[in-house]
């Protein structure tokens, strides 16, 4: 690297050696701090989910293995893995506000399980999974709080789990 930088010490040409060593110092920088869009991960016993880029992720706890669950213009995030990490709810705004969905960890179509057009945030998964955990803002207007509900992994109706304002939870 050192006999790099001398080279272009030798060849300095006006305002030209500052703007490429400013060009060469960042892209060094880039390509040592490698891929920092991994967000929101959550683990099972064997797989780690995460979003890149808007869509939802899932590879072996070794980083092999990726495979990209979901590829829609919608954003996807908050992915949680049921219990026995066979399916994973999720958010995502693809019905133009924010509600609940549930896909396989092995991937296939994802199926919507919360209706109500309030905004819905996948939260995490009952001990039995059978239920999904999720936050929302139904019946806290005009205040805009949200509340902790639950709907079965299936689909069907939402169970209101406390009038206390939540955003955030899990059960023990």
């Known amino acids: ?30 390509q040592a ?3 920092r869009l991994l967000r929101q991960p959550d683990m099972s016993v064997s797989q780690v989910a995460f979003v890149y880029g808007a869509d939802l992720w899932v590879s072996d706890l070794n980083g092999q293995n990726v495979l990209r669950l979901t590829s829609t213009p919608a954003v996807e995030s908050e992915p949680h893995f049921s219990p ?6 999720f958010t995502s705004d693809r019905s133009g506000s924010n509600a609940v ?4 960890a092995k991937g296939g179509e994802a199926t919507r399980v919360t209706w109500h057009p309030a905004s819905s945030v996948a939260r995490g998964w ?8 999720y936050s929302c803002e139904r019946e806290t207007a005009p205040t805009a709080h949200m509340r902790l509900w639950s709907v079965p992994a ?8 406390s009038r206390q304002w939540g955003n955030d ?4």
């Open 169 to 172: 939870g899990c059960y023990s």
């Open 126 to 133: 009952s001990n039995d999974g059978k239920n999904i955990l």
């Open 84 to 89: 026995d990490g066979q399916w994973i709810a």
């Open 101 to 104: 969905y549930v896909v396989s």
């Open 1 to 30: 690297m050192k006999s790099f930088f001398a080279k272009l010490l030798f060849l300095n040409n006006g305002g030209r050696f500052y703007f490429s060593i400013v060009f060469l110092s960042a892209s060094i920088m880039v």
């Open 154 to 161: 299936t689909g069907g109706p939402s169970k209101l789990l």
């Open 33 to 35: 701090q490698g891929t």
